[in-house]
């Protein structure tokens, strides 16, 4: 972390009910890290909560990251009659698993004086400074092609949706990615080979908790954010209730 740059750091046991006395930052982003991959539709119902919560000032913007377990998902373009789980966001069909950095924005654009594609092309720029630290050459894209690329592969989806104020959903940057996963899928609406990793374009792994943390300062920088909380493993139950901050 860079010299000067103030960091709260807060860890807390996975999944516990117990009441937390803890000193509350406002006025700061959060940022919510899981360390082990996550089921998708208790986080969907958390990201929900933090978008009300967020509409009524309850708590600041946030931002979470983290892994999922296999999980396919639908934006609301798809028209398909399949059981893929539905869900808010702009979009088509993809697929979310290990090996896969995911993020979710709960952005108050308001308060922000942004738009969606303000946030957009914020997200794409924090994705686009990543790579590049890894030597991964890759280009923004808007539109049907919403996300980041190399060359004329996907490495990256992006697809937000808005409730009041505030944005919820967000990003999948392919990481370690089982590819053949998009097989089963239109992903993005697009053939299942336009997809691409990081571990494909270099051939060779890369530790996802290192790439996390490089794409945490590059969502610093673009967001302007100097200072922040950061709470691990959080309850999703406790923190959507107001348990925690």
């Known amino acids: 972390m860079k010299a000067g740059h103030k960091t709260i750091d807060k860890s807390y046991m996975h999944v516990s009910l117990i009441f937390y006395s803890i000193i509350i930052f406002m006025n700061m982003p959060d940022f919510i890290i899981f360390e082990t991959p996550m089921e998708y539709k208790p986080v969907l119902y958390f990201q929900r909560k933090l978008v009300d919560l967020r509409n009524n000032d309850k708590i600041d913007d946030t931002f979470i990251f983290l892994e999922h377990n296999d999980v396919y998902t639908a934006g609301v373009h798809y028209r398909g009659n399949d059981d893929i789980i539905r869900v808010e966001r702009g979009g088509y069909e993809t697929y979310h698993g290990p090996g896969q950095l995911v993020v979710y924005f709960i952005i108050n654009l308001r308060e922000r004086k ?17 790579l590049k630290y890894y030597n991964i050459e890759s280009y923004p894209m808007l539109n049907e092609k919403t996300g980041v690329w190399h060359e004329d592969r996907k490495i990256c989806s992006i697809g937000i949706a808005i409730r009041g104020f505030s944005t919820f959903h967000g990003m999948a940057l392919n990481v370690n990615t089982d590819l053949s996963k998009f097989n089963r899928i239109m992903p993005c609406n697009f053939s299942p080979d336009i997809m691409t990793s990081m571990e494909r374009i270099s051939g060779r792994p890369f530790n996802i908790n290192s790439v996390r943390e490089r794409l945490i300062q590059s969502i ?11 709470y691990k493993n959080v309850d999703l139950v406790g923190y959507g209730n107001g348990l925690l901050p």
Request: hydrophobic share 40%; proline share 0%.
């Open 220 to 230: 610093e920088k673009e967001f302007d954010i100097k200072e922040k909380n950061i």
């Open 114 to 130: 942004m738009n969606a594609l303000d946030l957009i092309k914020k997200i794409q720029n924090s994705v686009v400074n990543t």
